[in-house]
């Protein structure tokens, strides 16, 4: 069985570190898996993508906002779904950082390090 080590680090944005775990380049996996490190305050601006969205909080609090306005909060032990082209917002609302993993499919021709914008 494969053992999975961080293949990339990335910060996508001012308070949110990516950890990419398994991606494209992993054959015949259909998911890719990132780790998401919000630093307190530290948020994922509004947006919405194709792939559907799995996210497990491993550790700290979130405030998750959707395009209708409403908000629902999740901490450690939490898991969300979101689905595809639903537009989300993630929000660091403690005081620690917010760790969260990310289980999403990779769509053809993706490299599972990034998201596809809806049209």
């Known amino acids: 069985m494969p053992s999975y080590d961080t293949k990339e ?19 015949g996996s259909p998911n890719s898996m990132w780790v998401m490190e919000f630093e307190p305050s530290g948020f994922a601006k509004k947006h919405s993508h194709k792939e559907e ?9 979130c405030e998750l906002r959707s ?7 999740a901490e450690a032990g939490d898991s969300i779904f979101v689905p595809a082209c639903e537009e989300h917002e993630i929000v ?17 021709g993706a490299t599972g390090r990034s998201t596809t914008p809806c049209d």
């Open 9 to 27: 680090v990335c910060r996508f944005i001012e308070g949110l570190l990516v950890r990419f775990y398994i991606t494209a380049d992993d054959p």
């Open 53 to 61: 969205h799995y996210l497990y909080v491993l550790e700290g609090i």
């Open 67 to 73: 395009k209708d306005g409403s908000t629902s909060t």
């Open 92 to 108: 660091n609302s403690g005081d620690s950082v917010l760790r969260m993993l990310s289980l999403m499919p990779i769509l053809k």
